[in-house]
């Protein structure tokens, strides 16, 4: 009798202690369950379930992006759940709100880097492999680079930072010279966004691999010239003097400082016409407005070819030189059908044809979320260089 107490006690410890190291509270009477409970689940439809285990709960809501309304979660015996309807393939960011605090999902590792919100990750996949999965290709690396910023501001000791893919095959020492894609990311987002959400890298290897785009450097930058801005809505008091600031900071940030870190640390063509930049949302802004209006005593702007991805356009000042003086190679707007900003790409696009601008405008199903983003990397990847 002992000797079955002393083992059941052997087996409770060691079910409280992987709970810990998953870094979750479990209650004693619910170990056994809590090993059962997947979250979430994805389902061959394309829909997806979501649980939680909270005892004591009047409602719990799952946002998840790209839907207007949360999910309401039901309750059995102290398990929440709900399942989605079926949802296009690509990474989307969800949270669970529990008596109206937010929380992320303690049965996922997979969390989305923000500095406004607490967001978990749900990848939903397909019958195939996507562009922005990984396959089995040649891969290229992303390296890390941190820096002393003198430009921008509230950063925690001035450090910033910026990620650099190289495609497979790239030798520092050899003689060949790469273009470069600026690859800039959305409000509240980092730098590394663009990899942990968007999958870029894995996007370059497959194109690169299936020979539908040139090999290329892609730099991935944290887009802010005033940090202040990251944990800021639309609709807070200042944020649109403060955006336009932050934004116009930024151009200093990137031309002054990160462009040429980049062209004396690796191998990439230094001439505009090797030179792309495109981002989605806030960075769909700044790459619209850096290539439109940041030019040099030529009147001709840094970069040729310029994109942008659900960008915010009502911060964009219209350029103020024509289109065939700016003489660039691809300008390509594109935006989701069902996305908030629809209106005001398709004012900015109509005000660019007006002053001679060839756009290429592009609106796909979707709204503001990375499933559109992802194939609109991959798509403006295709056209370049």
């Not at 802004?285 to 991805?309: C, M, P, Y």
């Amino acid at each position: 009798m002992i000797r079955n107490q002393t083992s059941n006690f052997v087996q409770f410890q060691s079910a409280v202690r992987t709970a810990f190291v998953l870094g979750v509270f479990v209650p004693v009477a619910m170990l056994g369950q809590r090993a059962a409970l997947v979250s979430p689940e994805l389902n061959s439809d394309g829909s997806v379930t979501f649980r939680l285990e909270r005892l004591g709960a009047k409602e719990v809501l799952v946002p998840l992006a790209g839907l207007e309304t949360p999910l309401k979660m039901k309750q059995e015996q102290g398990v929440w759940s709900v399942t989605s309807a079926p949802l296009a393939t690509g990474t989307y960011w969800y949270s669970y709100v529990v008596d109206g605090r937010a929380e992320l999902d303690p049965l996922n590792a997979d969390v989305m880097p923000s500095y406004a919100y607490l967001n978990s990750v749900v990848r939903v996949k397909g019958p195939g492999s996507e562009i922005w999965e990984r396959t089995d290709v040649p891969h290229g690396e992303v390296h890390r680079h941190f820096y002393e910023s003198r430009i921008m501001r509230g950063l925690p000791g001035g450090r910033s930072e910026y990620f650099v893919y190289t495609p497979p095959g790239y030798d520092a020492h050899a003689a060949a010279s790469y273009p470069t894609l600026y690859l800039l990311h959305g409000l509240s987002q980092g730098a590394a966004d663009w990899t942990a959400m968007g999958g870029a890298n894995f996007v370059l290897d497959n194109l690169i691999a299936q020979g539908k785009t040139k090999p290329m450097v892609v730099v991935m930058p944290l887009g802010y010239g005033d940090l202040s801005v990251a944990h800021m809505q639309p609709s807070d008091s200042g944020f649109g003097p403060l955006f336009l600031a932050n934004n116009a900071l930024f151009g200093d940030v990137l031309l002054k400082e990160i462009v040429p870190r980049v062209e004396a640390e690796y191998r990439v063509v230094k001439t505009r016409d090797g030179k792309a930049i495109a981002g989605l949302s806030m960075g769909g802004a700044q790459s619209l407005e850096i290539g439109l209006n940041r030019t040099g005593k030529d009147g001709i702007g840094e970069f040729a070819w310029v994109g942008g991805f659900s960008a915010a356009t009502q911060f964009v000042r219209p350029p103020a030189i024509g289109g065939e003086a700016n003489k660039l190679r691809l300008l390509w707007i594109s935006c989701g059908t069902a996305d908030f900003l629809l209106q005001p790409n398709r004012k900015l696009i109509k005000e660019l044809q007006g002053k001679g601008y060839v756009v290429q405008a592009v609106e796909t199903p979707g709204s503001h979320i990375w499933p559109v983003w992802q194939r609109n990397l991959a798509d403006f990847a295709q056209l370049l260089f």
